[in-house]
């Protein structure tokens, strides 16, 4: 069987990795803690370092399953210790993750699809049009690649995820929930949703859906106070009403203290007038939100 006919283990989610230990390999159930506690707290890269596990079982797992960590193609560090790190995908395909520090700690900013159809105006990955979704597997392999980095430098340990790299999430909604899902498990990489924010430029309906996971907080690219700016500067994000946007973030589920947040990137003599201020005040004042600037 080649690699590419074998089950790529790190696209299961828990239950479905039961599945495959006990109906594949016809192993007991305490084995699939056993390979999840590997896969993701221990993050190993090949099933010959799962060394609780009978050789005859590891044997099987080869024959069946591949573990498809990315490759780190090229890494980049700035002044202000921000590091990016280009990651080739098992086809070729490349993704950038970025590792932001903060006191302490660092945030992780994932991508969600291999280039974007959104195609705003101040974006370099919507120069690259869309190309494909990417899987579970690739998004939390981004995540397993920058934790390999920070450990192995000896730097802060990673505590926040945004997902606000290349790609439109809420396009790729269905590999998104079953990747939060997974992040949020307390026996894999254990995030909790409030550590988990999604960045979307907005579609009510996914937004919906989104809310109902309880798993994440959303952020949204807003970058204009009118729907007039917005069709100009984001013309396919802007086929989302500004009006329809705002009820269906209002609509969506918070706990007490939890806030929304709107996403707005000043563009000289495009949005950062005094007017614009006062409308972007006038649009959010009254909301639960904060604006990141």
């Known amino acids: 069987m080649s690699d590419k ?13 039961g599945n495959f230990v006990s109906k594949e390999l016809k192993a007991p159930r305490f084995r699939t803690d056993q390979i999840w506690q590997w896969l993701w707290q221990k993050g190993v890269a090949d099933f010959d370092s799962m060394t609780n596990l009978a050789k005859n079982l590891r044997e099987e797992l080869k024959a069946k399953a591949v573990i498809n960590h990315p490759e780190v193609e090229v890494v980049q560090t700035s002044k202000d210790g921000t590091i990016k790190l280009l990651l080739r995908l098992q086809d070729e395909a490349l993704v950038e ?6 006191e ?12 974007c159809a959104m195609a705003c105006t101040f974006c370099n990955t919507g120069l690259m049009g869309f190309e494909r979704n990417m899987s579970m597997s690739e998004m939390l392999g981004q995540v397993l690649a920058g934790r390999k980095y ?7 340990p990673l505590k926040n995820l945004v997902f606000m790299g290349m790609g439109e999430p809420l396009l790729n909604l269905e590999n998104l929930i ?5 992040l949020n498990n307390p026996d894999g990489l254990s995030f909790v949703p409030r550590r988990i924010t999604v960045s979307s430029v907005g579609f009510a309906k996914q937004l919906e859906e989104l809310g109902k996971t309880g798993l994440t907080l959303p952020a949204i690219s807003l970058h204009a106070p009118t729907q007039e700016l917005r069709e100009k500067i984001m013309p ?9 946007l705002l009820a269906a973030m209002d609509r969506f589920p918070l706990k007490p203290r939890e806030k929304v947040t709107y996403e707005y990137l000043l563009l000289g003599g495009v949005n950062d007038s005094i007017e614009h201020a006062k409308q972007l005040v006038k649009l959010l004042g009254h909301r639960r939100c904060k604006v990141n600037l």
Not at 97 to 102: H, R, Y
Not at 104 to 115: D, E, F, I, N, P
Not at 178 to 182: D, G, H, P, V, W
């Open 236 to 244: 396919k994000a802007a086929k989302t009403h500004i009006e329809d």
């Open 104 to 115: 302490g700690r660092y945030t992780q900013c994932l991508s969600t699809q291999v280039g």
């Open 5 to 17: 006919e074998k089950i790529d283990i790190l696209d299961l989610e828990y239950e479905e990795l």
């Open 97 to 102: 993750t970025v590792l932001i520090p903060m």
């Open 178 to 182: 079953r990747t939060l899902r997974n």
């Open 150 to 156: 920070l450990r192995e430098n000896n730097l802060d």
